[in-house]
């Protein structure tokens, strides 16, 4: 039984939402896959707030119609299709899917679309080089933590230093006077 067509404008409708609230889409053929990889596909890409849609490729360049963000989507649109969109962390659901490829050999990534820029296999690749959000957020954490204990050994130092200077003139104050009060002594005793 095929699907009617309040179901299909459903399907539109719930796959032009979840397009808005994306950052990148990857359109992959999954011909080949079974129910129990696809599940598999979908848990694998979860963590990374990454959606698994498959659906038909006209029902997807309906959604995509009049979205300037996605056009270049359609020419990614023929044969087996299923979407990955990804909300976030676009890192992480790359290395989600590659992980994936490469235990089950049965996918080929075709591109994707970010920001109204096709993106062929090489370009997603470079995106999934790129560290995660949490990565980048750690080293972003521990640069600010770097420069604040500069920042305190820095103004730490300032008094050090000027107690250092004011104890170096008052050493040198001392040994003046005790060179004067020698000289004068001797000067004394030679009058004398």
Same mark, same amino acid.
Request: proline letters at 3%; one cysteine or more.
């Given at each position: 039984? +095929?699907? #009617?067509?309040? %179901?299909?404008?459903?399907?539109?409708? %719930?796959?032009?939402? *979840?397009?808005?609230?994306? #950052?990148?889409?990857?359109? *992959?053929?999954?011909?080949?896959?079974?129910? !129990?990889? *696809?599940?598999?596909?979908?848990?694998?890409?979860? =963590?990374? @707030? $990454?959606?698994?849609?498959? #659906?038909?490729? #006209?029902?997807?360049?309906?959604?995509? /119609?009049?979205?300037?963000?996605?056009?270049?989507? &359609? /020419?990614?649109?023929?044969? &087996? &299709?299923?979407?990955?969109?990804?909300?976030?962390?676009?890192? +992480?659901?790359?290395?989600?899917?590659? %992980?994936?490829?490469?235990?089950?050999?049965? $996918?080929?990534?075709?591109?994707?679309?970010?920001? +109204?820029?096709?993106?062929?296999?090489?370009?997603?690749?470079?995106?999934?080089?790129? =560290?995660?959000?949490?990565?980048?957020?750690?080293?972003?954490? @521990?640069?600010?933590?770097?420069?604040? $204990?500069? *920042?305190?050994? @820095?103004?730490?130092?300032?008094?050090?230093?000027?107690?250092?200077?004011?104890?170096?003139?008052? %050493?040198?104050?001392?040994?003046?006077? !005790?060179?004067?009060?020698?000289?004068?002594?001797?000067?004394?005793?030679?009058? &004398?």
């Amino acid at each position: 039984m +095929g699907r #009617t067509i309040e %179901d299909k404008k459903a399907i539109v409708a %719930d796959l032009k939402e *979840i397009l808005s609230e994306s #950052t990148l889409a990857l359109v *992959i053929e999954y011909q080949g896959l079974t129910v !129990a990889e *696809i599940t598999d596909l979908r848990r694998r890409l979860r =963590p990374s @707030g $990454t959606i698994c849609k498959v #659906t038909k490729n #006209t029902l997807m360049g309906i959604a995509i /119609e009049g979205e300037e963000k996605w056009q270049p989507m &359609s /020419e990614l649109l023929k044969g &087996s &299709s299923a979407f990955l969109l990804v909300k976030e962390d676009f890192s +992480g659901a790359i290395k989600a899917y590659q %992980d994936f490829q490469k235990a089950s050999k049965k $996918t080929e990534l075709r591109g994707g679309v970010m920001d +109204g820029r096709l993106l062929k296999e090489p370009d997603v690749k470079i995106l999934g080089d790129l =560290p995660s959000k949490e990565q980048l957020m750690a080293q972003i954490a @521990g640069a600010i933590n770097a420069l604040a $204990t500069k *920042i305190a050994v @820095g103004i730490n130092e300032v008094p050090a230093s000027l107690a250092r200077a004011m104890q170096a003139v008052a %050493d040198k104050d001392k040994g003046d006077s !005790a060179e004067s009060n020698s000289a004068e002594s001797n000067s004394a005793e030679a009058e &004398s």
